[in-house]
């Protein structure tokens, strides 16, 4: 006897999952055009969507900036700038002359109406030459000041659709930082939502794009030798570690303002928190997921009021050497105050109240200047109940660790022990290694291609929802007080360490350790 499933409609934001779905051509707009995301970031990534085939015909990119281009000089800036950084290198002269034809430019300050009415005035024109059908993306690559001056001038210049009536779709796409602290970021999503829908936005964390960072879900939810050992019975603990090597750059005057833990675990910490703990979804769709990523976000223990040292530390880096180069102190940097306090390192012990991990510590650490690039999620498993080799003085038995590079060489490896080949019986870790670039044969796409092809397609799932933002802010806030009231600042450490003796401390007063990733 043989069944016939029913017929279901099929959900075409989900196609993209299955099988490789180019969007209909729109005009992205892209505020802030001359600065460094866009040329590094952005177009070099559009570029590789449309060498990968992934663009349609007619897709029209609009450069907004004060800088003084015409479409032609944008067009050889942005070139230069693929030929620098993006992925599919070399750029391929046809390639690039099809895609170029879809490169314009308006110049105009974010808050001069007539710039807007110029811009409008444009896309309509491109509606009709390059059938762009008045579907619009606005990407936000500005700082949070100007998003209120856009976001009022595009209403009152009548270019957002309600998405609730027929018509063409608008869609913004909104850069973090996503506001200071919660007070701020409330008022940014006011803001937001003044001008748009929530649907129609698109709070892009390009760790959310990585390729490794989406397959913690394959790994989790489609493994059955993970996920029935995926919580507290069985994982001792896990560590996250975001590590740079670089300092602030020229970003002094933006760091000053925020540190590392506004700069880099609010957001993309909290995200992979997030991603490792969640439950299953009901659905691999956009609001099924990011519920339950909220579910964890609210499930976070709060920082003991008085005792925040106990569990979170900072730092901040002194003058010292980085790969064999010399690196200055963060109060010597440009922009930066010489009497400054903010933290270029920080590191938490955190614990998610729920069934699946009550009293599995979390250790995060986020840093600057440590002796190497690297983010990496270890999943440090419990050992084997029985300990049967534990008398023989030739056996060490170690963790299990599951590790999970985010980047670079994304990849995951499992350390397992092994006994030693010969007579006797000796045991030595062994790992495990499975590395995107060697199992696939090719690099990744780059996170921004990811997500912008993912806006084209009106897909948020890998994007922050509003109370995403809203809880993490809630939850970290009042740490960010309580350092903020804190006069002893935050602990020194030499460029080109792992962080200061206070974070080793954190770690090492429950018997364990950082994992050297």
Known sequence: ?????????????????????????SCLVIFGASGDLTQRKLIPGLYSLAHDGLLPAGQTIVGFSRSDYTDDEFRKLMREACDKHARTRPVDDAIWENFAKGLFYVRGNFDEHQAYVELKKRLGEFDKTRGTGGRRIYYLAVPPDYFPLICELLGKEQMVNDPEKDGPYTRAIIEKPFGHDL?????????????????????IDHYLGKETVQNLLVLRFANGIFEPFWNRQYIDHVQLTVAESIGVEKRGAYFESAGITRDIIQNHMLQLVSLVAMEPPVAFEADAVRDEKVKVLRALREFPKGKEAELAVRGQYTDGSVLGEEAIAYRREENVDP???????????????NWRWADVPFYLRAGKRLPKRVTDISIHFRPAPYPLFNKMSNVKMQSNILSIRIQP????????????????????????????????????????????????LGDSTLFARRDEVETAWDWLDPLLVAWAKDARGPE?????????????????RDGRSWRRP
Do not use: H
């Open 1 to 25: 006897m043989t069944t016939t499933a029913p017929d279901v409609e099929p959900n075409p934001l989900r196609e993209g999952l299955e099988q490789e779905r180019v969007p209909d051509a």
């Open 183 to 203: 007070e701020s970021a409330r008022e940014l999503n006011r803001v937001a939502v003044s001008t748009f829908r929530e649907r129609q936005l698109f709070r």
């Open 339 to 353: 009497k400054s306090n903010v933290e270029t390192f920080a590191a938490m012990k955190v614990f998610i109240d």
């Open 409 to 456: 060489d994304e990849g995951i490896s499992l350390k397992f022990d092994s006994k030693i080949p010969g007579p006797t019986v000796r045991t030595a870790p062994v790992t495990m290694e499975f590395r995107y670039a060697t199992s696939f044969g090719a690099e990744p796409p780059e996170a921004y291609e990811r997500l912008l092809l993912e806006t084209m």
């Open 492 to 508: 020194l450490y030499p460029a080109g360490n792992w962080g200061p003796p206070s974070a080793d401390a954190l770690i090492e």
